[in-house]
């Protein structure tokens, strides 16, 4: 028994409020109304109790006199026998009865297994059932609900409930959730203030579009879902809450890849009075931390890594370090010997994979065909083969002699068996297609392990970004993003050159979070505006508030977010953060279970004094 006390201010004095009385929980924590044990519970140990155990029917083999029910709930699954003589005879043909998911509860003792399975928790005993209540029946679901299913896609999007129930997917959300709380952990460990910011505010340019949330009692006005709290976390620092993070569904209207889910949860983070480097280092242990707790990796030493020098030896500003293959560019020996295409290029830059020299011609044959296909769009590849005997054999032996060749390969530092691959062009074309080219090569060389975890800082990325098709200058990050203070002056001469204290945090090729140091003043904030090509009207109407806060004392403040689902899934060794959320949307935006998004009721319209006047 425990009491709890309160404090009663009017006499100044405490008052016991209330008597608790707390019971002994069963080892399993659940309660014993239903079950005394989980699924996933009982072993050797257990043998001669009697017990209760409720759950889902997942198979029911029935060999006449004899039948076995695999029972299962979320802690596992545990085998129900029913045998003619030791079995009453109804409860044999109940047992009989029984489908796929019926949901049943079953009193029985446990027994030693004849024969055991040892790639089951529960696989040394049985339950030889005495009773068996079917506590609610269930119509042949439309797929085997086991780790290996029947199901499409489709399908078990469309009954998500059910796919919930494959050890599999749940095991993922089980994943995700641990995630969640050593990430709530690390963050409260460090002083962090978990605050919720509103659902319901007015666009934050993040460079997609925002989903909008007609407003009823305004007639006309829309709020738009945030697609990251970016100025209420600024605000929060304005506010003198120092340290903020949260963990926060974040809404952007883009078009839908694997990788991307019109709703989704960012790790939300903000401090001030900091560095760049007192950022980094505080994420840097959130992210140890959840490797540590949750995988049980220490992480070594995160490099540190110029978005310029990314681009330069990887063609990606998300470059996957689990293999090396750096680029090697080859301008100064490749040009002026006659081959005409590397003499009209901009750039020619190879990699050097190594042992890949027994490629075969039709293997080399099929890498060209694929450099040229459209997505890619390379015009073509040439290779360089360093034979085991150090004879060098290329595609372009007719302008270069083994001497030239010679001159490459000490170039890429190859060695005898490995192959040389060569692409030139428009530099920032070309950087792109190697670097398409060599994460193929990655794969193909079994270099991207899945086990292995390389996280790496991308800093200094460029503060504007050129569009082609507006025909001006974007934030790279967002507009809040403070440039470098010795680059300012190029802002008038060369916008596109000027950095950011900007950084992304990568790992194993994915980018899984990114942040800056703020703007924290009102006319360095006004004047990114301009060089957005808002007009003073636009950026006071849009952003007025955050540059007025800045005007009442806002500190030196920065911060990061990171895609929590993206974390999960690169956790759990996957490319797709579908699996990672519990109920997911498809390719089209559209939750197939639930049937959304849908039209609304006239009478809702009306009230939202809308008319729906589709564009043909
Ligand atoms: N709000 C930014 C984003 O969602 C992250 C940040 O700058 O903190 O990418």
């Not at 089980?174 to 952990?185: A, F, I, V, Y």
């Not at 027994?358 to 997505?375: A, F, S």
Request: net charge negative.
């Amino acid at each position: 028994m425990k009491l709890l006390f309160g404090y009663e201010s009017s006499k100044d004095r405490w008052i016991t409020l209330k008597q608790i009385f707390i019971f002994d929980l069963p080892k399993s924590g659940i309660n014993k109304m239903l079950r005394t044990h989980t699924c996933g519970e009982l072993r050797l140990d257990h043998v001669n109790q009697k017990v209760t155990l409720a759950g889902w029917v997942q198979r029911v083999r029935n060999k006449g006199g004899l039948i076995w029910v695999d029972l299962r709930d979320r802690y596992g699954v545990t085998q129900l026998i029913f045998e003619e003589g030791s079995t009453d005879k109804s409860l044999l043909e109940k047992a009989a009865q029984l489908g796929r998911e019926f949901v049943v509860q079953a009193v029985g003792v446990v027994i030693e297994r004849t024969s055991k399975n040892d790639k089951l928790p529960t696989g040394a005993i049985e339950i030889k059932a005495e009773e068996l209540t079917v506590l609610n029946p269930a119509k042949v679901p439309p797929f085997i609900i086991e780790d290996e299913t029947d199901g499409g896609d489709d399908l078990r999007m469309k009954y998500r409930y059910l796919d919930l129930r494959r050890n599999v997917v749940r095991e993922k959300l089980q994943l995700r959730h641990r995630m969640m709380q050593e990430t709530r952990k690390y963050m409260d460990g460090q002083n962090f203030i978990e605050v919720e910011t509103p659902v319901l505010i007015k666009s934050t340019p993040e460079g997609a579009r925002d989903f909008v949330v007609p407003s009823r009692v305004n007639p006309g006005e829309f709020y738009a879902l945030p697609q990251s709290p970016q100025t209420f976390k600024q605000l929060l620092m304005v506010s003198g809450f120092d340290r903020y993070f949260q963990i926060v569904k974040c809404f952007r209207d883009e078009d839908l890849r694997a990788d991307r889910q019109p709703e989704f949860t960012q790790i939300d983070c903000e401090m001030a009075f900091v560095t760049q480097e007192d950022i980094l280092n505080t994420f840097e242990g959130l992210i140890k931390h959840l490797f540590s707790a949750v995988k049980g990796i220490e992480l070594g030493y995160v490099e540190h890594m110029t978005y310029a020098d990314a681009m330069k030896g990887y063609g990606n500003d998300k470059p996957d370090l689990r293999f090396d293959m750096k680029f090697v560019e080859l301008d100064h020996l490749a040009k002026g010997k006659g081959f005409s295409i590397f003499d009209q290029a901009e750039l020619i830059v190879g990699i050097c994979a190594k042992g890949a020299a027994e490629y075969t011609r039709k293997q080399i044959d099929e890498l060209t065909e694929w450099v040229k296909r459209p997505q890619i769009g390379a015009k073509g590849l040439v290779y360089v083969r360093y034979n085991a005997d150090g004879t060098l054999k290329s595609s372009v032996d007719k302008f270069y002699s083994s001497e030239d060749l010679t001159f490459w390969a000490q170039a890429f530092g190859a060695q005898p068996g490995d192959l040389m691959l060569v692409l030139s062009g428009e530099a920032k074309t070309v950087r792109k297609q190697l670097s398409e080219l060599r994460l193929k090569m990655g794969e193909d060389l079994g270099l991207r392990d899945r086990n292995v975890f390389k996280p790496l800082w991308v800093v200094d990325f460029p503060l504007l970004e050129w569009d082609e098709e507006t025909q001006r200058f974007h934030a790279m990050h967002h507009p809040f993003t403070s440039p470098k203070r010795e680059d300012i002056p190029l802002l008038e001469t060369d916008p596109g050159a000027v950095r950011a204290n900007a950084y992304d945090l990568v790992i194993n090729g994915v980018e899984i979070g990114g942040g800056s140091i703020r703007i924290h003043d009102r006319a360095t904030q006004q004047l990114m505006f301009t060089h957005l090509g808002f007009s003073d009207e636009e950026a006071q109407k849009q952003f007025g508030f955050l540059m007025e806060a800045f005007e009442y004392g806002a500190p030196p403040h920065g911060g990061i977010a990171f895609g929590f689902d993206r974390l999960c899934a690169i956790f759990g060794g996957s490319d797709s953060i579908r699996d990672y959320i519990a109920f997911p949307k498809n390719n089209s935006g559209r939750d197939v279970m639930i049937d959304s998004p849908s039209t609304i009721a006239d009478a809702q319209l009306e009230e939202l004094s809308i008319r729906v006047a589709l564009k043909k």
